[in-house]
């Protein structure tokens, strides 16, 4: 199967069976989105999901955070990973949001990185989240699974992988596409065991092709 006819079949795939992929993450606003998405780095968005309840509650905007300092915020912080770092990353960038754009969050990839915490990936999942911008954020899910099925070939850097899936994903599917490898590598591709069996779309994957040819038949 040619990479061309991979990324069709894939497409087809979670079009007609994940129509409606999108974040985990539980807010109400970009501001709450952007602390969320800081505060998932390394992190599930499970735990975040049960830790971001109480601080939106104490500081429902960029305003209130922008005076919160880091012995106030930081207990409802702490059974996140990283905790010192995201508590120092959500006041500063608050405080950003407030002094340098009105109160709003941004909504380029340019502007957002210039945020305290936010990285190409988390710029990458605002976009594309809150403005449909056909930007790809590679998390650890995304760079496994896209190597692993063949999407990807030797992209040995979130930013080559990016790249070569921009590439071949069409535009306005790309914000969804994020959603389809992230879920599909959260549910299914799993890192160590992955769940080939009961994956659909094993037929158009390079990883399951290859254990084929090995004789393994657990697919």
């Not at 990324?7 to 992929?21: K, R, V």
């Not at 390394?42 to 005076?67: G, L, W």
């Not at 699974?145 to 599917?173: A, C, D, F, H, W």
Request: aromatic fraction near 8%; charged fraction near 20%.
């Amino acid at each position: 199967m040619t990479k061309k006819d991979r990324y069709a079949y894939i497409i087809d795939y979670f079009t007609e069976h994940a129509p409606d992929a999108a974040t985990e993450l539980i807010y109400d606003n970009p501001f709450q989105l952007l602390v969320a998405v800081v505060l998932s780095a390394q992190c599930t968005d499970k735990r975040v999901n049960m830790t971001t309840p109480f601080i939106f509650e104490k500081y429902p905007s960029e305003n209130e955070m922008a005076h919160a300092t880091f012995d106030e915020l930081f207990p409802l912080v702490k059974s996140i990973s990283y905790p010192n770092n995201k508590t120092k990353h959500l006041i500063g960038l608050s405080k950003m949001l407030v002094e340098e754009f009105n109160g709003q969050v941004p909504m380029t990839v340019e502007q957002l990185i210039r945020l305290p915490g936010v990285g190409r990936k988390t710029a990458n999942v605002i976009t594309s989240v809150i403005d449909n911008q056909p930007n790809m954020a590679v998390d650890t899910h995304v760079f496994r699974v896209s190597n692993r099925i063949g999407l990807t070939t030797q992209s040995k850097t979130p930013l080559k992988t990016e790249m070569e899936l921009i590439k071949y994903i069409p535009k306005e599917l790309i914000h969804k596409a994020h959603h389809w490898l992230i879920l599909h590598g959260r549910y299914t591709c799993l890192a160590r065991n992955p769940k080939c069996a009961q994956c659909g779309i094993r037929m158009a994957c390079k990883y399951a092709e290859q254990m084929a040819k090995k004789g393994n038949n657990s697919f």
